[in-house]
């Protein structure tokens, strides 16, 4: 009967929100498609070209073979397929509201440098 009180505690601590922190961080395409409310469909479409090119741009900044410079335009590259793979899922309000979102993060970027 103990182990069942044990197995059962267990399950449910592993479907608490700090079991869920240990997913992998979000690529910045990532977080401005969560803005979008995708249909269930859409988001069926998207989350595994998604999580692929997440985990490349991860892998990207983990290899210290490359120079920061090529790593910034290995990582726009990959953006930008993803950005080409997402278009034809999303609707054309959805498709404004990502290019805006995007705008802004753009934005967002060049003042933190300044």
Same mark, same amino acid.
């Given at each position: 009967?103990?182990?069942?009180?044990? #197995? =059962?505690? #267990? $399950?449910?601590?592993?479907?608490? !929100?700090?079991? %869920?922190?240990?997913?992998? /961080?979000? $690529?910045? =395409?990532?977080?401005? =498609?969560d803005q979008l409310n995708l249909t269930p469909?859409?988001?069926?479409? #998207?989350? !595994?070209?998604?999580?692929?090119?997440?985990?490349?741009? +991860? %892998?990207? &900044?983990?290899? $210290?073979?490359?120079? !920061?410079?090529?790593?910034?335009?290995? $990582? %726009?590259?990959? &953006?930008?397929?993803? =950005? #080409?793979?997402?278009? /034809?899922?999303?609707?054309?309000?959805?498709?404004?509201?990502?290019?805006?979102? +995007?705008?802004? &993060?753009?934005?967002?970027?060049?003042?933190?440098?300044?």
């Amino acid at each position: 009967m103990k182990s069942l009180k044990y #197995a =059962v505690l #267990a $399950s449910i601590l592993s479907l608490s !929100p700090a079991a %869920a922190q240990h997913q992998a /961080p979000k $690529s910045q =395409v990532q977080r401005i =498609v969560d803005q979008l409310n995708l249909t269930p469909e859409q988001k069926a479409k #998207a989350d !595994p070209f998604l999580e692929e090119d997440a985990k490349k741009v +991860r %892998a990207l &900044r983990d290899d $210290s073979s490359l120079t !920061p410079d090529d790593r910034k335009k290995k $990582s %726009a590259e990959i &953006r930008k397929g993803t =950005v #080409a793979k997402l278009k /034809p899922i999303l609707t054309d309000d959805q498709w404004k509201q990502f290019e805006q979102l +995007r705008e802004e &993060r753009q934005k967002q970027g060049k003042n933190k440098k300044q």
